[in-house]
């Protein structure tokens, strides 16, 4: 059992860590100053494409994609704690690198399942940063996390595929750079299977009968990094039959697909964003005296501390254990694992978060620190990808299933 990274992992966590601190902690006041007087607030600000070119001149660009025509080649195991670097900075540092959410996603999607067609139109300006995308499947009107509620119909006459259907908290789909939907609907709503009924299909922004109708927030936030999230109608949006990707009644495989790299990013990155809130935790509680003392010196504020480093380490190596066996074994195989980072990461960083919170006194929750920020993020990522009730409850069927 070796726990050291590899040569070429190591390389790139050292060029990334310069990068972060020559380059986006420095950003992080210019990007807030230059969002200030932006005309709206979804435009990106200009430090963005200024970190990218940077990013892009230090070979730090598209670091996700494990298929090296596209991207970097790296397996899922070598990717895991460049994403948690960029984790420190979760609003700057994924766009910077062309690794942000939900773009990501859906460049996997376009690689390994879209034509070549698809892949000229869109895969290749995403993998650029021309352009931007959303993934269209949470709705409102039914409970999203079992996949099969889904009721935006697909329906294909003729030559082409009609669209209707309401979604929410579709991210990306804020941004004026968003040019495409990748869109999550039924094509066979009577089919007897449930997990082929689903489609997947894209829909280009301007399409008519498609309305970006209001920015939905998350904890009062307004979460610009991921270009917003927007509540979505498609009312008889036609796209050509050409769009559609992959098969009919491929979209719920190739959700699931999409999902488990994803997993592994959200979670490694929450870790860093738990690295960032050790940081500041401790620099507060040894900066600020209350009752004649640091308040590094009381013990509650010792156990915080001392629980957080614990929590971290657990969670860094269960997530890289799954990583390595998704990359020796395949998603199936690490389905339990998958499950379990999903469940056990945003549930142990928010109680970091919320306890460097609490050391922070009303400074936590303001505007002067990113904590409360980091906070509303990763309280999220318990209902984003399924909450975790419906993992825990997969998770214990499959237990109990070893004893029947």
Aim: hydrophobic share 40%; net charge negative; proline share 5%.
């Amino acid at each position: 059992m070796d726990f050291a990274f590899d040569a070429r992992t190591e390389e790139l966590r050292a060029r990334l860590l310069a990068f972060m601190d020559e380059h986006v902690y420095p950003a992080e006041p210019v990007e807030q100053a230059q969002r200030a007087e932006l005309a709206s607030p979804w435009d990106t600000p200009a430090v963005v494409a200024e970190l990218q070119a940077e990013a892009r001149r230090r070979g730090l660009w598209n670091l996700f994609l494990p298929d090296s025509e596209h991207g970097a080649g790296l397996t899922n195991l070598q990717y895991a704690p460049l994403a948690e670097i960029t984790g420190r900075s979760p609003h700057l540092a994924p766009i910077a690198l062309n690794c942000a959410a939900p773009d990501t996603g859906n460049m996997e999607v376009l690689a390994q399942f879209g034509t070549e067609e698809q892949k000229k139109q869109w895969l290749e300006p995403l993998l650029a940063a021309d352009i931007r995308s959303a993934f269209a499947m949470t709705e409102p009107d039914v409970a999203s996390s079992d996949a099969t509620n889904i009721e935006t119909r697909i329906e294909r006459r003729g030559d082409e595929y009609v669209v209707n259907g309401r979604k929410w908290y579709i991210s990306g789909a804020m941004n004026p750079d968003c040019r495409i939907f990748i869109v999550m609907g039924k094509t066979d709503p009577e089919g007897a299977d449930i997990r082929r009924q689903q489609s997947m299909l894209l829909v280009p922004r301007d399409t008519p009968g498609v309305e970006v109708r209001r920015a939905m927030r998350v904890y009062g936030f307004e979460d610009h990094s991921h270009g917003g999230h927007a509540e979505v109608v498609f009312q008889d949006a036609r796209v050509p039959v050409s769009n559609l990707v992959g098969e009919e009644g491929g979209g719920f495989a190739i959700a699931q697909a999409r999902l488990g790299p994803g997993r592994i990013h959200h979670c490694m990155r929450l870790i860093g964003m738990a690295e960032r809130a050790i940081e500041l935790m401790c620099r507060r509680a040894l900066s600020r005296t209350a009752f004649g003392k640091p308040i590094a010196q009381q013990g509650v504020v010792q156990n915080w501390i001392a629980d957080a480093r614990v929590a971290v380490e657990q969670m860094r190596l269960l997530v890289l254990k799954t990583a390595w066996l998704m990359d020796t074994v395949g998603n199936r195989g690490a389905h339990t694992e998958i499950q379990a980072i999903k469940i056990a990461t945003p549930r142990a960083v928010v109680d970091i978060l919320d306890k460097a919170v609490q050391v922070h006194g009303a400074g936590g929750v303001s505007q002067d620190f990113p904590l409360a920020e980091l906070w509303a993020g990763a309280r999220t990522l318990q209902l984003a990808d399924g909450p975790d009730e419906v993992h825990q409850r997969s998770l214990a069927r499959r237990e109990l299933k070893q004893y029947r």
